[in-house]
């Protein structure tokens, strides 16, 4: 059973860092697509950055390149997000995904939410001006 456990979400001020985790267990792959996605309040969810584990390739959409960054552990199957000069509106939750990658890391440049095969349980992120 595959299972994603998102974790370090926190209170901040603008301008300051977080480091999120995602810890996946049971997958049954070494190559898989990874990704961070942001549900502003009341808001959609939307994908902000990607990876492709064992291959180490990271993708990140542009209200977050050179902000966010992405770092793998794969002998701990542990994905990091450091987050540096956070705005108000990065607020939210945060959720790891899983989906297949099919040994292609250009599937995971595509951060489309129905894509993705398994959830973490999402962590918060509030930043204050």
């Known amino acids: 059973q595959v299972q994603l456990l998102d974790s370090g979400g926190d209170s901040v001020q603008a301008g300051g860092s977080l480091r999120l985790s995602c810890t996946v267990s049971?997958?049954?792959?070494?190559?898989?697509?990874l990704a961070w996605f942001h549900q502003p309040p009341g808001k959609e969810r939307d994908g902000v950055a990607g990876?492709?584990?064992?291959?180490?390739?990271?993708y990140y959409m542009d209200s977050v390149n050179g902000r966010f960054t992405i770092s793998l552990d794969n002998d701990n199957n542990t994905m990091y997000l450091q987050m540096n000069n956070l705005k108000p509106e990065d607020t939210g939750i945060y959720y790891c995904?899983?989906?297949?990658?099919?040994?292609?890391?250009?599937?995971?440049?595509?951060?489309?939410?129905?894509?993705?095969?398994?959830w973490g349980q999402g962590t918060q992120v509030t930043v204050s001006s």
């Open positions: 049971g997958y049954p792959s070494s190559y898989y697509c």
């Open positions: 990876a492709y584990v064992d291959g180490g390739a990271t």
């Open positions: 995904a899983a989906k297949p990658s099919a040994y292609d890391s250009n599937r995971c440049r595509y951060l489309i939410d129905t894509s993705f095969t398994y």
